[in-house]
């Protein structure tokens, strides 16, 4: 497997609230628009994505875009010319929910299996390597406790990330979106959460296209995946990785998210 699609079609609302934190005003500039993957941290924070997808190995990006983000197009297609990694794009023409946006990598994807990504989180190494030499769909289950200690998520963020529950056989059987702490605190040790870091076969786009709206109005992985599971005999391996996630949603992750990549090489 060597096919990777970034989700980079969301709005940013969160990233577009303005705040106290201390940003340039280049990135202040970025942020304004809601393109997380490109605020720039020396160059823009996507290119550091794209740098791990290479080492790992992979050698095809789907950057699933809106018609309106011209900039990442021209970005990757005009100023720079990668070279360790093939960048193409696909349109999500409304912002429909992630599923719809995995949907649209759909062509690209051409019956293989493929790693999905967001585009505002930079995935430790060993996350990527370990699903792409998995033989079969799966997700990378980030524990806890290496989240707090490494990322700059703190403690009392976790629990707007869905917690995982797996099998003893390893695979996961329930995502339990945004639980509350006493949900988190009853939960066998150690407790993993996702990050939106799946492989998928090709069984998710028919979850994709079976799936109703959700509450909040969109098509949710989520939702997808549960179908696959329920109606398709998929199953998803849970892969334990200790290493944390960066996160860059909002004004206020800037400056941490620099201070953690300060000095980090990028070779496209």
Request: proline share 5%.
């Amino acid at each position: 497997m060597d096919k990777a699609v970034i989700l980079a079609r969301g709005l940013g609302s969160r990233m577009r609230k303005s705040s106290d934190a201390q940003v340039s005003d280049e990135q202040s500039e970025i942020a304004a628009t809601g393109l997380k993957a490109m605020i720039p941290i020396d160059r823009p924070f996507l290119d550091y994505v794209l740098h791990n997808l290479a080492n790992a190995g992979y050698r095809q990006v789907c950057l699933v875009i809106g018609p309106e983000h011209k900039q990442i197009r021209e970005y990757y297609t005009e100023t720079i010319s990668p070279s360790r990694i093939e960048v193409v794009f696909a349109i999500q023409e409304e912002p429909k929910g992630t599923a719809d946006a995995v949907l649209a990598a759909e062509t690209f994807s051409r019956n293989d299996h493929i790693l999905v990504i967001n585009s505002d989180n930079y995935y430790p190494l060993e996350s990527l390597q370990g699903l792409r030499e998995l033989s079969r769909s799966g997700l990378a289950a980030f524990e806890v406790e290496g989240m707090i200690a490494g990322s700059n998520i703190a403690a009392n963020r976790i629990t707007k990330f869905a917690a995982i529950k797996s099998d003893e056989a390893g695979y996961m059987f329930e995502i339990i979106e945004k639980p509350e702490q006493q949900v988190l605190d009853s939960l066998p040790k150690p407790i993993c959460i996702s990050m939106n870091c799946w492989r998928f076969g090709p069984a998710i786009f028919e979850g994709c296209k079976s799936i109703e709206l959700s509450a909040r109005g969109e098509l949710e992985l989520p939702d997808a995946v549960a179908y696959t599971m329920a109606h398709l005999g998929e199953r998803y391996y849970a892969l334990t990785i200790k290493a944390p996630v960066l996160d860059l949603s909002s004004r206020d992750d800037i400056a941490p998210v620099v201070e953690r990549l300060k000095g980090s090489e990028v070779n496209l």
